[in-house]
Each structure stands twice: as structure tokens, then as C-alpha cells.
């Protein structure tokens, strides 16, 4: 068969049923194997970054799976570096297949001929462009192995058009996976990092986003309850524990973050970091404050992540399953033998700040502040949504707000950011899990920088709700700007000559969603917002395609963060709640 056949099969076997991806003329053979070989469902994209997104939205909605993306040779490699850079900052393992110009011109500059490899090898664990065809079923096999084991992270192959056609000896039959690599503590290390749990008064878990990615949540949660430990979940570890939980003591940073969870964190002795790579929006630039005179274990699968930031005063390298494993096996008989401290009163204490620190969401402006539109949210959409989103004060008011209560339930990329990866993220998480509600979440530049992707949602009949809250600005980068006593190019609006009845707002959304296939609704006053969800879930299980939702905010609002990255400096720019009905989808009742 030719080598592009074998790596279809390759795939087949190693368990993808999905593809993303743009054809070419560098990679139609693989196309023409992709269409003969059967098996796998391919999605097309209308940007080659979008389909890389879509294979991340993929890859994070359940374990096990890793999203493939395809394009030709040149420009679609270099289009899919984002998604690529926005994988590795995750640990998400995604497979990027290139084209390439054929073995005997890529070093002529042959048109859209670029060393890709060269490109992509910071931001993947393996680059490689094959040059024999025969080398095609072992890269394969191998990118699969990488991908698995140790940190979890993206990879490329790029396959020049003769080396796609070339015919080799494969028997597809007799292919297995290689076994995958993931370290393991021990039990005297699990031992030691435990007896600091045992000396402290005060202790707290940082759960990361490496306990979501080896599907250990179950695992953190019992030994949270069985040693009575509050936990704080990272932005990436949101829903490891849900935000009902008795023992969720809130999110900590210096933007995405709960005014009781960063109370909660100062006030404890003892953090047991797992799967966490404690990401500067999580600790802030003040070091010092963030590690107080705490003392720290740090658990990663990855051996440089320990020290990287701080040295912890221990350090196991392990898969976080592998470690809450033995953690909980090791916690079990310290209870038998009546050894595990009562923390009742510390709990309690944590809880207390949940139900008094909280800020406000109930406001009745027009035009709307935000709050309101997530406590709106909270109200219409229930606990198995999967939310999705990328960057900006859209994203940070809503780790805020809104409430998450199971894993890959928040689906975010928080290392990269890239702008216009929520709408393909989406229809990747969509299609994954076309079972669940999925409701994206955009500023009204993130949803514009790759909105022809609803295009794809709707030619494929992959529905799901698009929450687009509308300020025409840059809000993040303009409140960024406040320390520089600047407001320069972070302005969105004009008015829109076909469109005067929208004011300064500029872009039709509406318009531009129906044009692309969709279905949209405008939203100017609060009390319509929870009428307006209602709808959008109805028509997106009517047309089976995406329904966007805009709400028109207020041009300048600010959203609570640390101006001077720490965590004990919150900038509170709006007014706190100071009675129930100024928060009503808390998750515990405001105390006063």
C-alpha cells in the first residue's frame, strides 16, 4: 500500500474517528488514502489554524482522545503553529499532518515549500518531516507513543508528496500501539510528601490540570474527603472537584480567581500541588506573597516543571493518577490508625469566607454590566454544560461567575490565549460530545477573528450556544492600559452604515452569523437575557447549528484583578455584594 494508506490505518488503530483539516494539492494523497482507507469522519475547516483549534476542542472533551489536523504544504503548517503552541502550553496531545513539496525541490524554495519542522519543533515534542517512505509506519507509531507518555503534548509529521505516494510492505493487521510511558512515585516518596500534610494546621491542594488530563478527578476528590483538605482547582483544573463541593475553597490568581479563594489561600500552612505547573496568572509575579512561609510538595508528570518557578520543599515526579493512587492508599491507613488530624474547623473557616467575600452579579444597567450577564447564565444553563473559551476580560469575569461542577467542563486554553479559538474550540468540543450542551463564551474580538468557522458548524450540523458579550473594545488590553495613563488603538467602534439602529457598536454580528448559516439573537436589556438562552437552545436543537447570542454591554466596565500582580492586591473595581440579592447564583448564599 502506499505510505499515505498505511498512515491512515495507523491512525484507525490507534483509535481516531475524527479529523479536522483543509486539502491541498501537497496532501490530497493522503486525502485520496483518508477517502479509500474509510473509517475516520473528517471535518473541514474553513481556516487551517481553526481546524488545529478543533482538533484541541477535541482532544480536551474526553479522556483518551487526540484530535488530528490536516493541511497542505507552506502556509497551513505555519497557520497551525498556534494551535500547536496553544497544545503544548496545555499538555494536550494533538496530531498535526502536514504536506510538503516533493523530497528532490524542498530545498530549491519550490512553491510553498517551508522547513515546518524546523518551525514547529519548539512548540510540539516531535517536528519531523519523513523522507523515506518506508520510515512512515514507525513515526507514526512513535508520534502516537510521545504524545501518551510523560507530558502529554502535540506533534507534526510532514510527509512530502512522494513520499505519500510511494508504495511500501505494511501489514496493518499485525500493528500495535507502543506502550505508553507515564512516571510513577513511590510509596516513600508518597510517604514523605504526606507527613507534611500531617505537621499542618492549614493545608490545601492545588489541583491542576494534570489531574483532569489523566482523568484522576474521582481519585482527588476521595482523598480530599477521606483527609478533610479544602482544594483550590487552577484555571486548567477547574471542575476536578465541583464548586458545590464542601471542600472547594475557590479559585487563586490574579485575575481568574474568587475573592474567597485567594482569602482561603493565604490563610493556609501547607499547599500539595498536583499536576500543576503553578502558572504566573495563578501565583502572580509576587513570589514571596504567594509562598508566604507555606510550606510546598509539588507532584508533575514532568521532571523540569519541579523548581521551575520555586523550589518546593519536596518534589515527586509522577503521573498524577499514579500518585493520588498511593496517596489515597497511604491516606486510608493513616485513618485506620487513627493518625489523619480533624480539620473540621479549618474547613468550616474556608467556607465562611465562600459565603461572605463575594462580588456582585445582579445589576440592572442598561446597557448591561457583564455580571449580569453570567449570573444569567448560571440561571439557564445546568451543570453538565461544557463551557468553552479563550482570553479576555470575557474569560476572566467569567471564571469568576460562572460555575463549573464536573471535568472538561471548562474547556480553556490558558497558556496561549490565542484570540478566535473559542468558535473552532467549540465545534471541536461539539463534536466530540455531541450529547452534552456546549456553550462558548467570547468578547466581540475573539469571536471575530476566526468567525467564518461558524460556517463549518453549520455546514456540518454541529450545534451548540455562543454567548458573545459586546463592548467594541479591546476591554482586557484597555484596562492593561491603565497603568500607562493610555486608551490607544483598543477601540472598536464605528457606525455601521447598514446597520444604524446598533449605534456605535459596529459589527453586525447578527447579520454576519445568519450569513455563515447560524442562527443569532441580539440582547440589549437584562431582563431578556434569560428568554434569549432559552430560545437559543430550542433553535439549536431545531437547525442543528450554532446560535449566537449577543449581549450589548456597556462600553467600559472593569473587571476585579490584581493591578500589581499579587494575590494579595485585588483591584475591586465594581461594587461587592453586600446582601443576598446582589449575588443570587452564588454558590453558597451571601452571609451578612
Not at 79 to 84: A, E, N, P, Y
Not at 125 to 149: C, D, I, Y
Not at 177 to 191: D, F, N, S
Not at 279 to 300: I, P
Request: proline share 6%.
Amino acid at each position: 500500500m502506499t505510505a499515505a494508506r498505511a498512515a491512515v490505518e495507523i491512525l484507525k488503530r490507534e483509535g481516531v474517528t475524527d479529523a479536522f483539516g483543509v486539502p491541498g494539492a501537497a496532501i490530497n494523497p493522503f486525502y485520496k488514502a483518508l477517502k479509500e482507507g474509510g473509517g475516520i469522519n473528517h471535518t473541514l475547516a474553513r481556516h487551517v489554524e481553526g481546524a488545529s483549534h478543533m482538533a484541541e476542542g477535541y482532544t480536551r472533551t474526553r479522556p483518551g482522545n487526540i484530535g488530528v489536523c490536516i493541511g497542505t504544504s507552506g502556509p497551513a503548517g505555519t497557520d497551525m503553529i498556534t494551535g500547536l503552541y496553544s497544545a503544548i502550553g496545555d499538555s494536550i496531545p494533538i496530531l498535526c499532518i502536514t504536506g510538503q513539496a516533493p523530497t528532490s525541490v524542498i530545498h530549491k524554495e519550490d512553491f510553498q515549500a517551508v522547513d515546518i519542522a524546523s518551525i514547529a519543533k519548539p512548540v510540539t515534542k516531535m517536528a519531523v518531516t519523513v523522507l523515506e517512505a518506508a520510515q512512515v509506519p514507525g513515526v507514526f507509531q512513535q508520534a502516537f507513543h510521545l504524545m501518551r507518555s510523560g507530558r502529554p503534548g502535540p506533534v507534526l509529521i510532514d510527509l512530502p508528496i512522494d513520499v505519500q505516494l510511494t508504495e511500501i510492505e505494511f501489514d496493518p493487521e499485525t500493528y500495535e500501539p507502543l506502550p505508553v510511558y507515564k512516571p510513577a512515585a513511590t510509596r516513600a516518596q508518597i510517604e514523605k510528601a504526606i507527613s507534611f500534610l500531617l505537621e499542618s494546621q492549614r493545608p490545601v491542594i492545588v489541583a491542576g490540570g494534570g489531574i483532569i488530563g489523566a482523568d484522576a478527578a474521582d481519585l482527588l476528590v476521595e482523598f480530599a474527603e477521606l483527609t478533610q483538605t479544602p482544594v483550590v482547582p487552577t484555571l486548567m483544573g477547574w471542575g476536578a472537584l465541583p464548586d458545590d463541593h464542601e471542600l472547594n475553597a475557590g479559585m487563586v490568581g490574579v485575575q481568574t480567581s474568587h475573592r474567597y479563594g485567594n482569602a482561603n489561600f493565604l490563610e493556609s500552612d501547607f499547599v500539595l500541588g498536583i499536576g500543576n505547573r503553578w502558572a504566573n496568572r495563578h501565583t502572580g509575579y509576587k513570589l514571596d506573597v504567594y509562598r508566604g512561609d507555606r510550606k510546598f510538595v509539588h507532584v508533575d508528570i514532568e521532571p523540569t516543571q519541579i523548581g521551575k518557578i520555586f523550589p518546593p520543599d519536596y518534589g515527586v515526579v509522577s503521573d498524577a493518577k499514579a500518585a493520588l493512587e498511593l496517596f489515597l492508599e497511604v491516606a486510608k491507613e493513616l485513618k485506620a490508625e487513627g493518625r489523619l488530624p480533624d480539620r473540621a474547623d479549618w474547613v468550616a473557616s474556608t467556607q465562611e469566607r465562600k459565603a461572605t467575600l463575594l462580588r456582585r452579579t445582579h445589576f440592572d444597567n442598561v446597557p448591561m454590566k457583564p455580571q449580569r450577564v453570567y449570573e444569567e447564565m448560571n440561571k439557564a444553563f445546568g451543570p453538565d454544560t461544557r463551557y468553552v473559551t479563550t482570553i479576555g476580560l470575557s474569560q476572566i469575569a467569567g471564571a469568576q461567575m460562572l460555575h463549573v461542577y464536573k471535568p472538561r467542563h471548562w474547556i480553556n486554553c490558558g497558556q496561549a490565549g490565542p484570540l478566535g479559538w473559542t468558535i473552532p474550540a467549540a465545534i471541536g468540543v461539539a463534536k466530540a460530545d455531541p450529547d452534552s450542551p456546549v456553550v462558548a463564551l467570547s468578547g466581540d474580538y475573539d469571536f471575530q477573528f476566526l468567525i467564518e468557522e461558524l460556517a463549518v458548524a453549520a455546514q456540518h450540523r454541529i450545534p451548540y450556544v455562543h454567548v458573545l458579550v459586546n463592548n467594541a473594545y479591546l476591554g482586557l488590553i484597555r484596562q492593561a492600559q491603565l497603568g500607562l495613563d493610555i486608551n490607544f488603538q483598543v477601540n472598536l467602534e464605528f457606525e455601521n452604515i447598514n446597520t444604524p439602529e446598533i449605534g456605535v457598536y459596529g459589527v453586525d454580528h447578527v447579520k454576519v452569523a445568519e450569513g455563515l448559516g447560524c442562527k443569532a439573537i441580539r440582547v440589549t436589556e437584562p431582563d431578556q437575557l434569560g428568554a434569549a438562552f432559552e430560545q437559543a437552545k430550542k433553535l439549536a436543537a431545531e437547525y442543528r447549528v450554532p446560535v449566537v447570542v449577543e449581549a450589548i454591554l456597556e462600553r467600559i466596565t472593569n473587571i476585579s484583578m490584581s493591578r500589581t500582580m499579587d494575590i494579595s492586591d485585588i483591584s475591586e473595581f465594581e461594587e461587592l455584594a453586600t446582601e443576598p440579592g446582589h449575588a443570587p447564583t452564588s454558590i453558597k448564599p451571601l452571609k451578612v
